[in-house]
Every structure is written in C-alpha cells, then in structure tokens.
C-alpha cells in the first residue's frame, strides 16, 4: 500500500516554499515609474490585446506601499534618481524591479551628466528588459522570466 493510499481524499501535500512562491508570482502588483516613450509601451501591455490580468497583475498601483514589482521604463535623470530610491524603499518586501529599455538599463544613448547610467546603480534590478523601446511582448516575457525567478526563491530567511 502506497502513501497516495493513506492519505484521505481531498487532502494535497505541497511545502510552504511552493504554497507561497505561487502566490507570489500569481499575483504580483506592479508599481509603473514611466519616464520616457518605453511608458508607452509599458502602458499598452496592460490594455486588451496584451492583457497582464492573465498574469494576475489587473491594475498599476497608485502607491508604493500597495506594490511589489517596480518597472522602471525609460531615462532616470540623476534629480529623479533620489525619488526613485524613495519609493522603492516605500514598497513592502519581498519587492522586486525590472529595467525596462535601454535607457533604464544603461542610460541608452543619453552618455551625459543628467541622466543615469542605469537604474542598477541605485536599486537591485531583478530583470533587465533590453529594446528602444521594448515591445509589449518583451515586456511580457520579462515578467514571465519573473516569475520563474520567484518560483524558484525560498521563503526562509538566509543565514548571514
């Protein structure tokens, strides 16, 4: 006689680390910090044709402390780059952070004294989604790869 056998029906084994990843990943609540045209195409992922309610993500919400995925999209000039950090410390952890477009992830071709080389250098970027600008679609498969990420995380603190 099997284990599957002694266990009464209707009764599911999972372990905290799984339980608690999928909830995590099924519903992640996005904090949108649009600066430039990649805005726009952050915007359009979350109308009809692109549908992030699929990916349990409904609406962007309007404040820090109700997020916990920040996409940064676009140029972060170095007076908005004191904000940025402001509101990523605002948001209630486990947090994460994707860097939308060239210009969030490297500055793009903005090589001056007013803009960011990078969002990286003053938040944990998670996930880098490359394109000027990108596609919904490369948006969409930044939050996939996300979530692969946060499935394979494990709750338990780490020993320091």
Not at 108 to 137: H, M, S, T, W
Request: hydrophobic share 40%; net charge positive.
């Amino acid at each position: 006689m099997g284990l599957e056998e002694k266990i009464p029906e209707g009764i599911l084994l999972t372990t905290v680390d799984k339980m608690t990843n999928w909830a995590r990943k099924s519903s992640l609540w996005p904090l949108g910090f649009g600066l430039a045209c990649c805005a726009i195409e952050m915007m359009s992922t979350y109308g009809p044709r692109f549908d992030l309610a699929r990916f349990g993500m409904e609406v962007m919400r309007p404040s820090p402390r109700q997020a916990d995925l920040m996409i940064v999209s676009g140029r972060v000039s170095n007076k908005m780059a004191p904000v940025l950090k402001r509101l990523y410390g605002q948001m209630p952890n486990p947090k994460w952070v994707i860097s939308m477009g060239a210009c969030a992830s490297t500055g793009g071709v903005f090589n001056n004294y007013a803009i960011l080389q990078g969002v990286d250098k003053i938040l944990p970027v998670d996930i880098y989604v490359p394109g000027c600008p990108p596609r919904p679609e490369q948006l969409i498969e930044g939050i996939v790869k996300l979530q692969e990420k946060i499935k394979s995380e494990s709750v338990r603190r780490k020993k320091k």
